[in-house]
Antibody, heavy 117, light 107 residues
Framework: EVQLVESGGGLVKPGGSLRLSCAVS????????MNWVRQAPGKGLEWVSS????????YYADSVKGRFTISRDNARSSLYLQMNSLRAEDTAVYYC??????????WGQGTLVTVSS | DIQMTQSPSSLSAFVGDRVTITCRAS??????LNWYQQKPGKAPTFLIYGASNLQYGVPSRFSGSGSGTDFTLTISSLQPEDSATYFC?????????FGQGTKLEIK
């Protein structure tokens, strides 16, 4: 069974930083593209970033480019999202999701990030 | 960037009804269109990939069609457990994007 478990969310002040983690099990992690997708309270889904299995290809949504950094540790089967210069509009549940051009097949349960003073 | 627009934003239907949700892309995305279902407080689940391919385990009452810019998700006979929000997503561009969602309620 594939499992994705996010952690690292919490309350942070505007301008602050936070690092999210996603622990993955049940698949050969290094061969899968991974993504972060977020959902603001009561809103729709917004793709944030993706990273290929070897970390060769990395992409960001314009809304987070230059502030967020996606990375992975294949030895630990873990995905990360370093979030800097956080803004109120970054408040959301952040999901990690496995998949690429054929869709996002497996999702974690999400971790809530709240940016507020 | 590719914009995805879903319609309607919400709808209400009876058990047994045939329901169709539309998704339109701002440019041609071939068949690189995926559908997800999300229930309140839960993560999305993967329904359909490549516009018309049912993910393993998804009931056959769900189907998808379309190519280019116009796509549809159809539920042939609505069931109570289908009450949820449905999202389309394009994977044609490396910068993925979702539609705004369609909230489906059971009358």
């Amino acid at each position: 069974e594939v499992q994705l478990v996010e952690s690292g969310g919490g309350l942070v002040k505007p301008g602050g930083s936070l690092r999210l983690s996603c622990a993955v099990s049940g698949l050969t992690f290094s061969t899968y593209t991974m993504n972060w997708v977020r959902q603001a309270p009561g809103k729709g889904l917004e793709w944030v970033s993706s990273i290929s299995g070897s970390s060769s290809y990395i992409y960001y949504a314009d809304s987070v480019k230059g502030r967020f950094t996606i990375s992975r540790d294949n030895a630990r089967s873990s995905l990360y999202l370093q979030m800097n210069s956080l803004r109120a509009e970054d408040t959301a549940v952040y999901y990690c999701a496995e998949g690429g051009s054929y869709g996002l097949e497996n999702w974690g349960q999400g971790t809530l990030v709240t940016v507020s003073s | 960037d590719i914009q995805m627009t879903q319609s309607p934003s919400s709808l209400s239907a009876f058990v047994g009804d045939r329901v169709t949700i539309t998704c339109r892309a701002s440019q041609s995305i071939s068949s690189d269109l995926n559908w997800y279902q999300q229930k309140p407080g839960k993560a999305p689940t993967f329904l359909i990939y490549g516009a018309s391919n049912l993910q393993y385990g998804v009931p056959s009452r769900f189907s998808g069609s379309g190519s280019g810019t116009d796509f549809t998700l159809t539920i042939s006979s609505l069931q109570p457990e289908d009450s949820a929000t449905y999202f389309c997503q394009q994977s044609y561009s490396t910068l993925y994007s979702f539609g705004q969602g369609t909230k489906l309620e059971i009358k």
